[in-house]
């Protein structure tokens, strides 16, 4: 990498880059697919928003293809290198994990490695109060191996008001982040941070929002969250009000009245969409409920339900596995 171009991000935020019509559309598409995981079908969508200087279809370009090799190929390091040189610190955390600089020498100039390039241009940023750089900040401290500072941001972020950050630390919480003399005390502040997420609208904090309340029985106050998320277009969460609206007794988180049809179709839909197994074994399973007489109901629902904004997903973090 240039030095003159690091040193040009590291005075400038990210750039937004604005796209024609049909490229954004394309791109568009490219990250439903990256939703639910269709690594191969996503990339030719992509690759037009990138070579306009999209940095975040680089940045998926990167991620897809790194996935697809198992680990960070030449292909994959390619597009993460466009991204960083576009200032992407999430890009340059992909750079440092897969040894771009100790085993590619492909290092950015001025810098040890390309975590440090990260921290450069991601701190001042946070420090300025950017929650999503708070977030990032998080992840690149990770990368140091320093805990608590990684912990600290992560907390700065969440009380920024980060709905991601808020998710990823009652997620820390249930998993035995900090002191709390009682399992219910523990759910409790976990439950706080989630309903900060949910209520700014972020699917994955409505999905542990349910399933927070639903750990505590709280059924009444949890179903409402699930509906809502698959409402939002969380895979997961469509699939409950399919299984639910097939079989009521199945958990008691269902409160629904069985509804064949609605169940049926909102199956089929999902399996329209993803080719999703789990929805196709939903069906199998309650094969025998949906006799001639209701199967064009089932099929009507499916035909509304399907194309849906906004599309399925199963929500991967932006920097995730």
């Not at 598409?29 to 279809?57: K, N």
Request: proline share 5%.
């Amino acid at each position: 990498m240039k030095a003159s171009l690091l040193v040009a991000v590291l005075s400038l935020p990210i750039a937004a880059w604005a796209l024609e019509p049909e490229a954004q559309a394309a791109k568009d598409e490219g990250m439903r697919l990256w939703g639910i995981s269709e690594w191969i079908e996503m990339q030719p969508y992509l690759e037009p928003a990138a070579e306009a200087g999209d940095v975040e279809a680089m940045y998926y370009l990167g991620e897809a293809t790194r996935l697809l090799d198992r680990g960070l190929s030449l292909r994959a390091m390619a597009w993460y290198l466009q991204a960083a040189e576009q200032g992407d610190p999430y890009a340059m955390l992909r750079l440092f994990q897969g040894g771009a600089c100790t085993a590619g020498d492909r290092c950015p100039e001025g810098f040890e490695d390309w975590h440090h390039a990260a921290l450069a241009i991601t701190q001042p940023q946070a420090e300025a109060g950017d929650p999503d750089a708070m977030l990032a900040m998080y992840h690149i401290q990770r990368m140091f191996e320093a805990s608590r500072q990684a912990g600290n941001w992560l907390e700065r972020a969440a009380e920024a008001g980060q709905p991601e950050a808020q998710t990823l630390l009652g997620n820390q919480i249930l998993d035995g982040r900090g002191w709390y003399l009682t399992n219910g005390r523990r759910l409790s502040a976990a439950e706080e941070w989630f309903r900060k997420a949910a209520e700014q609208e972020y699917v994955p904090g409505m999905v542990k929002l349910s399933e927070v309340l639903s750990n505590q029985e709280r059924y009444e106050e949890a179903w409402p969250w699930t509906r809502h998320a698959s409402r939002a277009g969380h895979l997961d969460s469509r699939l409950w009000e399919a299984f639910c609206s097939l079989d009521p007794e199945y958990d008691p988180i269902c409160l629904v009245d069985q509804d064949i049809e609605k169940g049926w179709g909102l199956a089929l839909s999902v399996i329209e969409e993803t080719s999703n197994d789990t929805a196709r074994w939903v069906l199998e399973e309650n094969n025998d409920l949906l006799v001639d007489r209701r199967r064009r109901g089932a099929e009507q629902v499916a035909e509304e339900w399907i194309g849906r904004e906004p599309p399925l997903s199963n929500f991967p973090p932006r920097f995730g596995y």
